[in-house]
């Protein structure tokens, strides 16, 4: 099934189901009214809310309406806790550093979450504004210790990321020996997160085999299939999570920008770009975000319907 929050004024919103095709919804109150609700009882609230999910796309619902991505939240707009993996080996070797033969997670701890169209101001983009698509999951509760099959029996739902990276600030953390954390200040999340079956045979392994696709200014820069460079799946990067610790349902977890060890994929960060043209020339050449450009990340199913709905996110001139 797919869910999505409606901002209302409140922290959490409403939840509501969303069609298959992302064009319809109905609120489901009458089960639960925001998310974190149905992922605190998640056996006894699914099925209802499946059942829901079924009757609206079948078209039955009397009080139905058209979903607006514009009115969206992030589908979890608070978590209880949130971290990000480097689950991708390209991506971390062409930034510098060493891939870790062991899951390597980070701390996101104050972290905004943000709605698919959220804007970015003038002011990150003076601080090396760049973007970062990727995917994340929703945990039920997950034990300490947890191996990492039954880590992966505790994902809940997956969704579709774009983590906002400030970068001047991000290297002046590095040169401190600080973990990187004021440097991201933003995650922008898709309208719809969606439960592992909807991928059927495209989920498997902890993986997404599925097109990640971004674009920046209209033009695609990164056209990458998230599941063939992803080094650690999802299952991994939770019992790495969960090693010392109980994961509480709404515990929400990031893979790291999607890479291919193929440049010829493009890229989901403009950090990767002018990596690869700093070896190829000595330097860089792409600038980063500007007052005025639009990043767009979508992934779509292998019925060539959008599967999380899209992320389109403008950056306020200044």
Do not use: C
Not at 176 to 192: C, E, I, N, T, Y
């Amino acid at each position: 099934m797919k869910l999505a929050t409606l901002r209302d004024g409140s922290r959490d919103g409403q939840l509501v189901v969303v069609s298959r095709d992302l064009t319809t919804a109905h609120y489901a109150t009458g089960i639960a009214g925001r998310l974190q609700q149905a992922l605190d009882d998640w056996n006894f609230m699914s099925p209802q809310l499946q059942d829901l999910y079924d009757t609206l796309n079948h078209g039955k619902p009397r009080h139905a309406f058209p979903f607006d991505p514009a009115l969206a939240a992030a589908p979890l707009p608070r978590a209880y806790a949130f971290a990000w993996g480097e689950a991708y080996a390209a991506h971390v070797e062409r930034l510098g550093g060493t891939p870790a033969r062991k899951p390597r997670l980070w701390p996101g701890g104050g972290t905004a979450f943000g709605g698919a169209q959220h804007e970015l101001t003038a002011e990150q983009a003076a601080l090396g504004l760049d973007f970062g698509a990727q995917l994340a999951v929703v945990t039920g509760d997950i034990r300490a210790g947890a191996a990492s099959d039954k880590a992966l029996d505790g994902v809940r739902l997956l969704m579709l990321a774009n983590a906002v990276v400030l970068r001047q600030i991000e290297a002046a953390e590095a040169q401190a020996g600080q973990a990187p954390l004021h440097s991201r200040p933003l995650v922008a999340f898709a309208p719809v997160a969606v439960t592992p079956d909807e991928l059927g045979e495209a989920w498997s392994a902890g993986r997404v085999g599925l097109t990640l696709q971004t674009q920046w200014n209209g033009r695609k820069v990164g056209l990458t299939d998230a599941a063939a460079g992803m080094g650690h799946g999802f299952g991994q990067l939770l019992a790495a999570w969960a090693g010392t610790r109980h994961l509480r349902a709404g515990s929400v977890l990031a893979s790291g920008p999607v890479a291919h060890p193929d440049v010829a994929l493009g890229y989901h960060s403009i950090a990767e770009k002018r990596a690869l043209e700093t070896a190829a020339d000595g330097q860089p050449t792409t600038g980063w975000l500007m007052g005025g450009d639009g990043v767009r990340v979508e992934m779509k199913g292998r019925d060539g319907q959008s599967l999380f709905g899209a992320i389109e996110q403008d950056v306020a001139a200044g």
